[in-house]
């Protein structure tokens, strides 16, 4: 079994991202210091159901359908709590890619809170020669401009059913009486507690040191900004005082980011984009989203009679490696900020390119990844809602790096982002790099799956440049192979990492990884790859949603919960 430097390398930068996807647990304030039990099965319900990364926001997203509201209010909620119980993965400060199915219009929508790269970025602050240059990639020059409130803003406007600040009650209350870490969540923090500044070390941290295990974190200013917010609405963040706090952090630390960023920022509704799969519309979000590059993967599987080859075996997986690399490529290619450019998706997205592709794949040997002329993190979190109308939420939301660029606006709460460090830098000017202006790329998939016209399944996860290769695994799992929500996302996972290395989560049986090095492939054994959540819909003879269920990826330590 082959093992290369580079390698190593990303075997240790996975179980990294692994161990901040597990991170982010903790019970209710006073409560024993021990991690959350594991569901005994998926999350069931009639009238609704949450799933989630934190148990904490599936309770708020509860709460809120359980007071009227529908899947868009409970979806705000969600995000708004994780935010306080995932303070590491998302929040305020952060971006991401929602998918929502509208009952009333019977139609797949996709809403981009991934902003715009700020008008004043200097590109070649991220390359050599410039000083510098990598930490500029992680701190203050890469924070990009914050969607996620617009985007929570925008659903709610169009669709939600319950007033604003009634989204935020959960979050507040979370934030102002705090919760208990368990020891999943303090320990990523010890291990960046000192990047921080003292103001958030304050927070995070008592008598200078870390919180620990069993401690109770409470976030008073993420609270007050969370007040105001719920009281003025968005405008405050993006023009008003939380702007202007953004700004001046921005300016001190040396960051691109402005008011005027903020003050421009806007959530954009595109259409989606979607491919038949054995019968059912696989939906997902189209450029600037690079999402398209996941549904060539499964176009190309379509091509195999995946049954016949067998779930998870060497031929079946050997097969996904060689058609995820093909994937890579078409990213690395096509992608781009579709006002510049838009990628070819009539011909990437037919059956036609995917039967030439499937005929390029040796059966018997692992090719050598060959990237176009001309690669995205893993800190982040995907939750999904449905509700009795039949409205759907799968959302995939982050900040980049854990606690993103550790730069927080004193007095907020908020941690900003660190997004531009997942551009391209090399070669200078191509369509993935710190563009000033454009908008913002991301490599989420958010999913909805239709089946008979009606949603069927919405799940995602999070996982940097795993995504797109973890979604279409579970979804060839649920339709390919017949499983259920939970056994499709808890089945054991593969994933191409450039250049040379396929990573293998330890739940393949060791006959199929020795079989899959036998063929060429780079093996790597990982513990865990994303962190997913999904659900399934089933209908009544009205035509009405009768039962939900769901399930949190056994990987991390999220819930399920329906009512």
Request: charged share 20%; glycine share 12%.
């Amino acid at each position: 079994m082959a093992t290369t430097s580079s390698g190593r390398r990303v075997r240790v930068a996975l179980a990294i991202g692994a161990a901040f996807a597990l991170a982010a647990c903790g019970g209710p304030a006073g409560a024993p210091a021990q991690p959350p039990p594991r569901p005994p099965g998926p999350g069931e319900g009639v009238s609704g159901l949450v799933a989630s990364a934190h148990p904490l926001a599936t309770d708020a997203g509860l709460e809120i359908l359980r007071a009227g509201g529908n899947a868009f209010d409970a979806a705000v909620a969600v995000a708004a709590a994780l935010n306080v119980v995932e303070p590491a993965m998302s929040g305020l400060g952060g971006y991401g890619t929602i998918l929502i199915y509208d009952a009333a219009h019977a139609r797949v929508r996709y809403l981009n809170p991934s902003g715009r790269i700020p008008f004043g970025v200097e590109p070649d602050a991220f390359r050599p020669p410039t000083p510098d240059y990598l930490e500029n990639r992680r701190g203050a020059k890469a924070v990009s401009t914050p969607g996620n409130l617009h985007a929570w803003e925008a659903m709610s406007e169009e669709y939600g059913a319950l007033a604003w600040p009634r989204l935020f009650e959960p979050a507040i209350r979370l934030a102002g009486q705090g919760f208990t870490l368990d020891a999943d969540a303090a320990a990523p923090l010890a291990r960046v507690y000192a990047s921080f500044p003292p103001h958030a070390q304050a927070i995070f941290g008592r008598g200078g040191r870390p919180l620990g295990a069993g401690e109770t974190l409470v976030q008073r200013d993420l609270a007050g900004t969370y007040r105001k917010i719920a009281a003025r609405g968005a405008g405050v963040f993006y023009g008003g005082e939380i702007g202007q706090a953004i700004d001046r952090a921005m300016r001190e630390s040396g960051g691109f980011l402005r008011r005027r960023d903020l003050l421009a920022d806007r959530a954009e509704w595109w259409a989606p984009i979607h491919i038949d799969h054995r019968g059912y519309e696989v939906y997902t979000a189209s450029p600037p989203a690079n999402a398209f590059d996941y549904l060539v993967r499964l176009g190309v599987m379509s091509r195999f009679d995946t049954v016949a080859l067998g779930h998870n075996s060497v031929a079946y997986l050997h097969r996904f490696a060689e058609a995820t690399k093909l994937g890579f490529w078409v990213r690395l290619r096509y992608a781009g900020d579709p006002g510049v450019r838009r990628p070819p998706l009539d011909r990437l997205l037919s059956p036609a390119y995917w039967q030439e592709e499937a005929d390029t794949i040796d059966p018997d040997h692992a090719s050598t990844f060959v990237p176009p002329a001309f690669t995205g993190g893993d800190h982040t979190t995907h939750f999904v809602v449905a509700d009795r109308w039949g409205n759907v939420v799968s959302a995939t939301q982050t900040l980049g790096n854990p606690y993103g660029s550790r730069i927080m606006p004193e007095g907020t709460g908020i941690w900003l982002n660190n997004s531009l460090q997942y551009s391209t830098f090399e070669p200078k000017g191509n369509p993935m790099d710190a563009h000033p202006g454009r908008r913002k790329l991301s490599g989420d998939c958010p999913t909805i799956i239709l089946k008979d016209g009606r949603p069927w399944a919405a799940l995602g996860t999070p996982g940097g440049h795993t995504i797109g290769q973890t979604v279409p695994q579970m979804v060839m799992n649920l339709i390919d192979f017949g499983m259920d929500i939970a056994a499709a996302i808890a089945a054991p996972r593969v994933s191409f990492v450039e250049p040379d290395v396929l990573a293998v989560e330890e739940g393949i049986p060791a006959e199929v990884r020795e079989g899959l090095a036998a063929l060429g492939h780079h093996v790597q054994t990982v513990r865990a790859l994303g962190n997913a959540h999904g659900l399934t819909i089933a209908y009544g003879p009205d035509g009405h949603p009768a039962r939900f269920r769901g399930a949190a990826d056994p990987r991390g330590c999220g819930d399920a919960k329906g009512y």
